[in-house]
C-alpha cells in the first residue's frame, strides 16, 4: 500500500503514462466490471429470451440507480474519510469507518427494498413502459430489489478497500461475481425457460450474494488494517461522510432522471419499437461512458495534488494528455457504432428488420460521443481544482438544465425521430461552455495569477 507522502511524490514527479497505468487503469477497470452486471444481462435477454424482455431490463436499469445512489452515499464518503485516516495514522476514525458505513447501508438497503418490491410497476410507469415490456420489467425489477443489500453492502465496501489502496483485491472481488453472472445467465436461461426475464434476475443476485461473502472474507482475512465490525454508527464522521457522498448521490439521481425522460418520450414518439431500441443504445452508452468515469478517478488526485503544490506547467502538460488519453478511449467506441452500427445493435436485438430500422438513429444518438472524453475530464478538472461552480454547470447544465426541456421541445418541432439528435444538442452547447472556460482557467494557469484562496480552497478538499 503507497503511503500518503509516497503517493504525492509519484503525481507531482511521475510521468502521465506511468501516472494514467497507475491511477486510471485500476478505476476503469473496476467500473468496467461493475458495469457488466446490466450490460450482460441486456445482451443475454435480448438474444436468448426476446427483444421485449431486453427494453424491460433497460427500463428497469434507470430505477436502479436508486441502490447506486446509496452506495455512493455512504461508500464513496465513507472512503474519502477512510483514506484521509490512513494518511494521519488516525487508526480510531479508520476503524469507524466500516460499521458507521455498514450501519447506513443496512437501513437504506432494507428501505429500498420495501420500496422497490412494493412500487416497482409504479415507478417503471414513470418510463411510459406498458403492456408486455412494463410486465417484464416489473417482474425483473422487483427481484433486483429483493438483491438490494448484497449489491449495496459489495460495492460501498468496494470503496472502502480502494481506499486502503488494495486496487488488486477491489477488482478482484467485483471481477469475480460478474464473470459468475455472465456465466449462470445463459445457464438459467436455458434451464429455466418457462420464467423469462426472472431468469437473469436471479442469476444476477447469486453473483451479488457471492460478491458479498468475498467482501467479509477479505475484511476477515486479508485487509492490513481496517477490522471487520458489527454496524454501528459512529457520529463523529457522519456528517463528514455525506457531505462527501452527496454529490455524487445527486449526480446518479440525474442520471436516473435523464434515462427516465429518454424512455418516456422515445414510448410516445415511437411505442415498443423506439422504446427497445432506446434500450439498446442506453446500454451501449452507459458502457462506453464507464472508461471515461474510472479514468476520472485517477484525474482527479492528479488535477488536485500538482494544483495544491502550485506545479501549473506540469498541470498544463499533464492535463492536455489526459484529455488526449480520454479521446483515444471514445474514439474505441464511437468508430465501431458508426463504422458498423448493424453489428453493434446485433448484439441486443435479432428481429433484421428493428436491426435495419435502428441503424440511423444510432449513428445520430452517438454522433457527439467523441466529445465526451473532453467533457468528463474537463469536468473532474474543476471540481479538482475547487471550482464546484463550473464543474456543476458543466454536469447539471448537460443532463438536466439542457436536457430536460430540449427533449420535449425539440420532438414536438421536428417529430419524434428526431428524439435520437438531443442529447448532440446538449453535447454541443455544453462542450462549447466547457472548452471556453477551460481555456480561461489554461490562461490563469499560464499567466501564474490564480488566486491562493483557490488553491487554499482546493487543499482542503
Known amino acids: 500500500m503507497i503511503k500518503k507522502d509516497e503517493q504525492r511524490d509519484l503525481i507531482l514527479t ?22 457488466l452486471y446490466s450490460f450482460m444481462d441486456s445482451i443475454y435477454a435480448g438474444k436468448m429470451i426476446s ?149 437473469v434476475a436471479y442469476a444476477t443476485i447469486l453473483a451479488q450474494i457471492f460478491q458479498a461473502v468475498l467482501t467479509v472474507i477479505y475484511f476477515k482475512r486479508w485487509s492490513p488494517g ?34 427516465l425522460l429518454f424512455y418516456n418520450v422515445a414510448f410516445k414518439y415511437g411505442g415498443d419499437t423506439y422504446g427497445i431500441m432506446m434500450s439498446a443504445f442506453l446500454r451501449i452508452q452507459m458502457f462506453a461512458f464507464i472508461p471515461l468515469w474510472g479514468m476520472s478517478q485517477g484525474f482527479q488526485p492528479y488535477v488536485g495534488t500538482n494544483f495544491g503544490a502550485k506545479k501549473y506547467k506540469r498541470l498544463l502538460q499533464g492535463r492536455r494528455e489526459f484529455i488526449l488519453i480520454a479521446f483515444a478511449i471514445t474514439m474505441i467506441f ?27 438513429p444510432i449513428r445520430l444518438f452517438f454522433s457527439t460521443f467523441f466529445l465526451y472524453g473532453f467533457m468528463v475530464m474537463i469536468g473532474t478538472y474543476f471540481q479538482s481544482v475547487g471550482d464546484a461552480k463550473t464543474a456543476g454547470l458543466i454536469i447539471v447544465g448537460r443532463s438536466l438544465i439542457l436536457f430536460t426541456p430540449l427533449i420535449f421541445i425539440i420532438p414536438k418541432l421536428f417529430g419524434g425521430h428526431s428524439i435520437w439528435f438531443v442529447q448532440a444538442v446538449c453535447d454541443i452547447l455544453i462542450i462549447i461552455f466547457a472548452f471556453y472556460k477551460f481555456g480561461q482557467h489554461g490562461k490563469l494557469l499560464r499567466q501564474g495569477t490564480v488566486k491562493d484562496s483557490e488553491v487554499l480552497a482546493c487543499a482542503r478538499q
Open 334 to 360: 464511437f468508430l465501431p457504432v458508426q463504422l458498423a452500427p448493424r453489428q453493434v445493435i446485433s448484439l441486443f436485438i435479432n428481429d433484421p428488420a428493428l436491426i435495419q430500422q435502428a441503424i440511423g
Open 14 to 35: 511521475k510521468p502521465t503514462a506511468y501516472l494514467f497505468n497507475k491511477l486510471c487503469v485500476p478505476g476503469i477497470v473496476g467500473m468496467v466490471v461493475i458495469a
Open 226 to 259: 481496517i477490522q471487520l465490525a458489527a454496524p454501528k454508527p459512529n457520529p463523529a464522521i457522519v456528517k463528514g461522510m455525506l457531505a462527501v457522498g452527496l454529490s455524487a448521490m445527486i449526480m446518479q439521481i440525474f442520471g436516473m432522471v435523464q434515462q
Open 51 to 199: 427483444e421485449e424482455a431486453m427494453a424491460a431490463i433497460g427500463i428497469a436499469y434507470p430505477i436502479t440507480l436508486i441502490n447506486n445512489s446509496l452506495t455512493v452515499l455512504f461508500g464513496m464518503g465513507g472512503a474519502s474519510i477512510l483514506s484521509r485516516a490512513i494518511g494521519a495514522d488516525d487508526d480510531e476514525t479508520a476503524q469507524s469507518v466500516l460499521p458507521t458505513v455498514s450501519f447506513f447501508i443496512l437501513i437504506a438497503s432494507l428501505a429500498t427494498t420495501v420500496i422497490g418490491f412494493f412500487g416497482a410497476n409504479y415507478l417503471l410507469r414513470l418510463s411510459g413502459a406498458e403492456g408486455e415490456i412494463l410486465r417484464q420489467g416489473t417482474e425483473y425489477l422487483r427481484l433486483v430489489f429483493l438483491g438490494s443489500l448484497f449489491v449495496n453492502y459489495t460495492q460501498s465496501m468496494n470503496m472502502l478497500i480502494r481506499a486502503e489502496g488494495r486496487m488488486v483485491k477491489a477488482m478482484s472481488i467485483m471481477g469475480a461475481g460478474a464473470i459468475l453472472n455472465i456465466i449462470l445467465d445463459p445457464i438459467f436461461i436455458l434451464l429455466f425457460p418457462e420464467i423469462g426475464v426472472a431468469a
